[in-house]
């Protein structure tokens, strides 16, 4: 039972850091045909436009989709949140490709630039009941894209108070497209929806392990029951310290 992650672009090496931390074999995933390979799916934050070009010239979209489809597992942790949206805005000029299944539309970069990324506690009740632990989760946002609205078979796992600035603008500006907000107060950054989960922060970047522990229980609800294989997966031994001597975010 092994765990793909896209590695084409972005924070791939961190997650298969975490499998690795929790026992489970993470596998690079660069060509369609490495799907096959593996059981569930993690797309990693990185740059969503750049991820979307190489995931086009490496023709993986029909795949990606495909694998969504037949209701594997996937999470997206911030790029890879968007990825999953079926709709997102805030794009680039000519927008760009998404895989799509997730009933949800995703601002890209909600919270702003790069130099206005946070970190917060999050509330995570539904996290904490599956997995135990605390009430909250730490939530490391670079750049990071929101869940503006979300379907009714999208269960809300998270929230945030949308920061007071854009609430008294009533609107984002990203580009030149001008995106409403209306009249809520708080936007989504964590979701289920069947076999798909995502987020917009990332887990990955910190120490608490349970969204990965609750991703792979999600293997198991959705028919491949949790029979991981643990230990190496296919890197030479300088890779392996490097992923090793990943820093952790306390
Ligand atoms: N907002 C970024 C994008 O559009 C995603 C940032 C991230 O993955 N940390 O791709």
């Known amino acids: 039972m092994a765990v793909g992650v896209l590695a084409l672009q972005g924070s791939f090496n961190e997650h298969i850091a975490v499998l690795r931390r929790i026992g489970v074999k993470g596998i690079e995933i660069r060509k369609p045909e490495q799907l096959q390979n593996v059981h569930a799916l993690i797309i990693p934050g990185g740059e969503s436009t750049t991820m979307a070009k190489l995931a086009e010239y490496h023709n993986l979209f029909p795949a990606l989709r495909e694998f969504v489809k037949m209701g594997k597992?996937?999470?997206?942790?911030?790029?890879?949140?968007?990825?999953?949206?079926?709709?997102?805005?805030?794009?680039?000029?000519?927008?760009?490709?998404?895989?799509?299944?997730?009933?949800?539309?995703?601002?890209?970069?909600?919270?702003?630039?790069?130099?206005?990324?946070?970190?917060?506690?999050?509330?995570?009740?539904?996290?904490?009941?599956?997995?135990?632990?605390?009430?909250?989760?730490?939530?490391?946002?670079?750049?990071?894209?929101?869940?503006?609205?979300?379907?009714?078979?999208?269960?809300?796992?998270a929230d945030y108070p949308i920061p007071s600035k854009k609430l008294t603008d009533s609107k984002s500006v990203t580009g030149n497209q001008e995106v409403k907000i209306g009249s809520k107060d708080k936007v989504i950054v964590a979701v289920r929806q069947g076999n798909l989960l995502a987020t917009a922060f990332h887990p990955e970047l910190t120490a608490d392990t349970r969204w990965h522990s609750y991703f792979l229980k999600m293997m198991a609800e959705c028919g491949d029951q949790?029979?991981?294989?643990?230990?190496?997966?296919?890197?030479?031994?300088?890779?392996?310290q490097l992923r090793n001597d990943l820093p952790i975010f306390q």
């Open 226 to 240: 949790g029979n991981f294989s643990t230990g190496g997966d296919d890197i030479n031994d300088n890779q392996q």
């Open 73 to 157: 597992p996937v999470w997206g942790t911030c790029a890879g949140l968007i990825f999953l949206a079926n709709k997102a805005v805030g794009q680039k000029e000519g927008g760009q490709e998404l895989i799509g299944g997730l009933d949800c539309t995703v601002h890209r970069n909600f919270f702003g630039s790069q130099i206005q990324s946070f970190e917060a506690e999050l509330s995570v009740p539904e996290l904490a009941a599956k997995e135990g632990g605390p009430q909250s989760s730490r939530g490391v946002f670079i750049r990071a894209p929101a869940i503006l609205e979300a379907g009714p078979e999208v269960e809300v796992l």
